[in-house]
């Protein structure tokens, strides 16, 4: 069975902002994020829930002409990840792409409202085999 693929679109709309894409349930589980993605630990950034997508999104660059997300798209960065862990609250995956590579972690931030998360590069440690 192939490994999920991921995702970053660049989207260019009322803001420029990136999608950040799991294959997961049929879908692509989709976060809004502000600000590039991180690319180092250390840096942590918000992402927002947003709808569900096609699978057939994870290929989709052009210009969305109006509406809502109105802009274009372009592909940031694809490729395959690994699901480590996944509760309610919490995912922990491996990115295998050309900008993204390595263990990342998707956390709800319930302070802040039930889609906002944070996004951020974990620091691979002897427990989390690389």
Not at 3 to 10: D, L, S
Request: net charge positive.
């Amino acid at each position: 069975m192939p490994k999920p693929i991921f995702v970053v679109q660049k989207h260019r709309a009322t803001h420029l902002h990136y999608d950040l894409r799991l294959e997961m349930d049929g879908v692509l589980k989709s976060w809004a994020v502000p600000k590039t993605p991180p690319r180092s630990t250390g840096t942590k950034r918000l992402a927002i829930q947003v709808d569900d997508h096609d699978l057939s999104y994870a290929n989709f660059e052009g210009t969305i002409s109006e509406g809502y997300g109105a802009g274009t798209v372009e592909i940031w960065d694809k490729g395959s990840y690994e699901l480590i862990e996944k509760t309610k609250d919490k995912l922990v995956f491996r990115l295998a792409g050309e900008k993204l590579k390595g263990l990342y972690c998707l956390i709800r931030f319930k302070k802040a409202g039930t889609k906002t998360w944070l996004f951020f590069k974990k620091q691979i440690t002897s427990s989390s085999n690389g």
